[in-house]
């Protein structure tokens, strides 16, 4: 149990457009999503923190009409780069943590495989 | 400021030799640790996770962690190393499962 996917995992986009990227809990409610960016050779650097109908909260520095959070239902978050430009491309994960009939996911983030964005 | 340091960005073991991934933290108070293995195209896998309690901790795959409060340290390790255990570690620290702050990683190579 406790499966996550991310759809795409890799997209090419222009500068200038926005590219959305899905998260998707397969098997379990996700109470509670985690976007992160990781750079080339580098740590996950969380983004922004989703509960299921409410605002995101993001981190320092992140920006939040930037990168658009929609966590709108228990098994699916988007996040929206808008308007993006050659330094946003970078690997985006998800995680979530939550309930499957009954038991509680909660004792650790589980982990997408991440999605590749280019920005050309 | 919280910060976790992992001094090894790429490691070179042979198979079946012994394996240890050093992680040290700084942290206001004890905190929630965890060891991380990430493989090309897939996503980030938990191998052990300590809280509270024996501050050896067991996990998958035969990889064990040990808590050392004084030298705030969560190293990890593997006795014998299998070429599939090739892949990113990544050492991770929070006040729970929430807000991880991650290490840079450790890269691991493993030799026939």
């Known amino acids: 149990g406790a499966v996550v996917s991310q759809h795409p995992s890799w997209v090419i986009c222009k500068s200038g457009t926005s590219v959305k990227i899905e998260c998707r809990s397969l098997d379990f409610q996700a109470t509670t999503m985690f976007w992160y960016r990781q750079f080339p050779k580098q740590s996950l650097m969380l983004m922004a923190t989703?509960?299921?109908?409410?605002?995101?909260?993001?981190e320092q520095g992140v920006e939040k009409d930037k990168f658009l959070i929609n966590h709108a239902s228990l098994t699916l978050s988007t996040l929206t780069v808008t308007s993006a430009h050659p330094e946003d491309s970078s690997f985006y994960i998800c995680?979530?943590?939550?309930?499957?009939?009954?038991?509680?996911?909660?004792?650790?983030?589980?982990f997408g495989p991440g999605t590749r964005l280019t920005v050309t | 400021a919280q910060s976790v340091t992992q001094p090894d960005i790429h490691i070179t073991v042979s198979e079946g030799a012994s394996l240890e991934l050093r992680c040290n933290y700084s942290y206001g108070a004890t905190p929630y640790l965890f060891w991380y293995v990430q493989s090309p195209g897939q996503g980030l896998q938990l191998l052990l996770k300590y809280f509270s309690g024996d501050t050896l901790v067991q996990g998958i795959k035969g990889f064990e962690a040990e808590f050392k409060r004084s030298q705030s340290s969560f190293n990890l390790r593997k006795p014998s190393v299998h070429w599939s255990d090739a892949a990113e570690y990544f050492c991770?620290?929070?006040?729970?499962?929430?807000?991880?702050?991650f290490g840079t990683g450790t890269r691991l190579q493993v030799f026939p």
């Open positions: 991770a620290v929070g006040r729970n499962t929430d807000k991880l702050i």
């Open positions: 989703s509960n299921e109908g409410s605002k995101a909260t993001y």
């Open positions: 995680s979530a943590e939550g309930v499957s009939g009954g038991r509680a996911f909660r004792d650790e983030q589980y």
